[in-house]
């Protein structure tokens, strides 16, 4: 059983934003994007109560900006997505996690050493260039149910 419902077209935009996001850094670094997306989904915490589709999450605004930054700076997001970035974006809509993204809801490439906290919720591990930021304890356990 999937980790959420999704349709075809689902997959084709989560594709489409794990290269945008972390091309540079490998399949394993698409991954954990993945991981991020499809856990804010699932999360039904303040940030991201009202998300119900892979679409509200890549789309979501907060604060007056999309909450992933490759969807207002164009790039590899509007490309079409290939049969790898598929793959993997099913793989990780079906089944896949894994630390540090397994329960992450944020993620952000510092250009320094990640920081012990980001906006309030703890690092809890860093691929490449990317620092993950799981929920402050208490504050989102449902995250780590689905």
Known sequence: MPRVKYRSSDV????????????????????YVGNVIVNRLVADCPDFRDLRSIE????????????????????????????????LAKQTLDYWRDHPGKYALWYFNPYAPCPPTWYGQPFTGQFK??????????????????
């Open 12 to 31: 084709d935009l989560m594709a489409r934003m794990m290269r945008a996001e972390a091309e540079g850094e490998g399949q394993q670094g698409m991954l």
């Open 129 to 146: 260039d990317h620092c993950f930021y799981e929920p402050a304890a208490g504050t989102c356990e449902s995250v780590y149910i689905g």
């Open 56 to 87: 509200d999450v890549i789309f979501q605004v907060q604060g007056g900006n999309y909450s992933f930054e490759a969807v207002q700076k164009g790039n590899l997001f509007y490309e079409r997505a290939r049969p790898v970035e598929k793959r």
